[in-house]
């Protein structure tokens, strides 16, 4: 999708029912709290049920993809994981799974009803790890192992180096980051590759050699291999659809 409305006539206005917004180009502004004043493409946006704001897209210029879910709905989904009240915009495994769930979206088959259902369950436990009101629980060294993965994604610590650097024993790190957040320390630091993979192929500068190399991937085979079984797309489609 494409904005419509100029930045200059859009006014405050409030949402009923929730909605994802996944930006693919341009800058988007927002004034809903808990949100950036700007952001820009390949991120994705949390806008809850009763969000308040003024948003809209820099010029005039973006595309974006929308994934509204009605209140209803929305309220049952807070019964089963503590969800934000506020507007909220996600960090990068977030952002991969709402890619995905648009690469399914666009490429239906018999499939597709049970896959689109468990990722939006994913995407919704997303939300709950990233609301900063929830980081309150959550104990620091989990958080700081997180953070170090999030932020050094490009190398590849073991196990046990990870452990060690919040001085707790391999098997409990492991456990502990499982049951918060929904993956392993593995798989976490696999999307933030991928997310980052994919900001890398807009700029048509880089080869994909060269970006597989920056992403931690020994070839751009098998940075290709992991692109698509988590996106359903090569790195090189990809790219010539943005």
């Known amino acids: 999708m494409s904005p419509t409305v100029p930045e200059h006539e859009v006014q405050q206005h409030t949402h009923d029912d929730a909605h994802f ?25 949390l806008n809850p049920p009763g969000t308040f704001h003024r948003d809209r897209f820099r010029g005039c210029e973006g595309r974006f993809f929308t994934l509204s879910i009605p209140a209803a709905e929305w309220a049952s989904a807070t019964g089963q994981r503590a969800l934000p009240g506020h507007s909220l915009k996600l960090s990068v495994p977030g952002m991969v799974r709402a890619m995905r769930l648009r690469w399914e979206l666009s490429n239906w088959h018999d499939a597709s009803p049970l896959v689109v259902e468990d990722g939006i369950e994913a995407l919704l436990d997303e939300c709950a790890t990233d609301d900063p009101d929830r980081m309150k629980g959550v104990p620091s060294w989990l958080e700081r192992a997180r953070q170090r993965l999030h932020d ?86 990809f790219r010539r659809q943005h």
């Open 152 to 237: 050094d994604w490009s190398t590849t610590p073991s196990l046990a180096d990870l452990a060690k650097e919040v001085d707790v024993h391999p098997v409990y790190f492991s456990r502990a980051f499982r049951q918060r957040y929904a993956c392993s320390p593995g798989e976490y630091l696999r999307r933030c590759r991928l997310g980052h993979a994919m900001t890398l192929l807009r700029d048509k500068r880089l080869g994909l050699a060269e970006i597989a190399l920056r992403c931690g991937y020994v070839d751009q085979s098998h940075f290709s291999n992991s692109f698509r079984r988590l996106f359903g797309t090569t790195p090189l489609q």
């Open 21 to 45: 917004l996944l930006l693919l180009d341009g800058t988007y502004l927002s004034s809903a709290s808990g949100m950036p004043a700007e952001c820009a493409a390949q991120t994705l946006i």
